[in-house]
C-alpha cells in the first residue's frame, strides 16, 4: 500500500472491522451527509463514477440508486474487510457497481475515465494527499468532476467533542498531532485543502463550510455506543489500552452531552463539514 501502510493496517485491523459491527448505525447517522453529497455532486443518469474510501458501501450505494441503466460506480477502499461487507450488499441496487481495494495515492485505478469523483469522509487520510489527488484526476475525463465532504474542526462538532471529553476525563489526553495530519480531521483547514486540490491541477474549485444535522432515530444510548467505539474515543482507548469499563464510562459521559440533542423526532446532533468540488480543467492533464 505505499506510503499509506499504516492506515492499510488500521483499516484491515480490529479497529477497521468494528465499523462493520456498527454499519447499520453510521448508516443512519452518516445518511444526511450522503444527500449533501449528492445534491452538489448531481451525478448524470449516465456517468461513471469513482467513490473514493467507500467503506462497507453506503455512498456507493447512494449514488448508484441516482444512476441509469448505463452508469456505473466503481468503489475503492483500502480494507478487504469493509469491501467484503459492501460486495454483499451490492445487490440491493440495479447500477453496476464494482468494489476494488485500491491505494487511491498510490495505484493505478481500474475503470477509468471517470466522469464524477466523490467521497464521504474518504480522503483525509493520504500521507501524501498530493500525489493522492494527482493520481484521482488523471483518472477524470476532461472536464470531469471530483465532490466530497470531510469534517470541520472538533472544536463545535459534538460528534467528535463529546467522546473525546468522555476518554480524556476517563483516560488520559491523546497523542499530539498537527492539525494537518493524516486522520479523520485532516481536512479541517479549508485553505490547506485548497492549496492540495490547485497543485495537483484542478481548476474551478469551490469550498463551503456548513452545518448539517446528524439524524438517529434514538434511543440517544444507541448513538453514543457508537460514537464512543469510533473516531476519537478509540484511539484513546489504544492508547492506554482501555477496557470494557472505559469503554462503558465514556458511552456514559456520551449519553449525558447527546441529551440536549434529542427530540421527538429522535436524536439530532449538528455537525459542522467542508464540502468541495473541482473540475480536471480541460488541457494540461
Not at 462493520?20 to 453510521?26: K, Y
Not at 485505478?109 to 493520481?135: E, H, T, Y
Not at 463550510?209 to 474515543?233: C, D, F, K, W, Y
Request: hydrophobic share 40%; charged share 20%; with cysteine.
Amino acid at each position: 500500500m505505499g506510503q499509506n501502510q499504516s492506515q492499510a493496517e488500521y483499516w484491515n485491523s480490529a479497529s477497521g472491522r468494528k465499523w462493520i459491527g456498527f454499519e447499520e448505525e453510521l448508516d443512519r447517522v452518516f445518511e444526511a451527509v450522503n444527500d449533501e453529497l449528492i445534491e452538489r455532486a448531481q451525478p448524470g443518469l449516465n456517468d461513471r463514477v469513482l467513490d473514493i474510501g467507500c467503506g462497507t458501501g453506503a455512498t456507493t450505494r447512494a449514488f448508484a440508486q441516482r444512476l441509469g441503466a448505463s452508469g456505473s460506480v466503481t468503489a475503492i477502499d483500502i480494507s478487504e474487510p469493509l469491501l467484503a461487507r459492501a460486495r454483499q450488499r451490492s445487490s440491493e441496487v440495479s447500477a453496476k457497481t464494482d468494489y476494488r481495494l485500491i491505494d487511491a495515492q498510490t495505484d493505478a485505478i481500474p475503470g477509468a475515465l471517470f466522469d464524477l469523483a466523490v467521497s464521504r469522509f474518504g480522503v483525509m487520510f493520504f500521507a501524501d494527499p498530493a500525489a493522492a489527488f494527482a493520481n484521482i484526476r488523471s483518472c477524470l475525463v476532461p472536464g470531469g468532476r471530483i465532490v466530497f465532504a470531510s469534517w470541520a474542526a472538533l472544536d463545535g462538532n459534538p460528534w467528535f467533542e463529546a467522546p473525546r471529553n468522555g476518554a480524556v476525563a476517563r483516560l488520559g489526553p491523546p497523542d499530539p498531532s498537527e492539525p494537518n495530519s493524516p486522520g479523520p480531521l485532516g481536512f479541517q483547514s479549508i485553505d490547506h485543502v485548497i492549496g492540495i486540490l490547485a497543485g495537483a491541477g484542478f481548476s474551478d474549485i469551490t469550498a463551503e463550510s456548513t452545518q448539517i444535522m446528524l439524524r438517529h432515530p434514538g434511543p440517544v444510548e444507541a448513538v453514543a455506543a457508537l460514537a464512543a467505539n469510533i473516531g476519537p474515543a478509540a484511539r484513546v482507548l489504544k492508547k492506554y489500552n482501555g477496557n470494557a469499563d472505559d469503554i462503558e464510562a465514556i458511552t456514559a459521559h456520551v449519553v449525558r452531552e447527546f441529551r440536549t440533542f434529542e427530540s421527538s423526532d429522535g436524536v439530532q446532533i449538528p455537525a459542522r463539514l467542508n464540502f468541495f468540488g473541482a473540475r480536471n480543467r480541460e488541457t494540461g492533464r
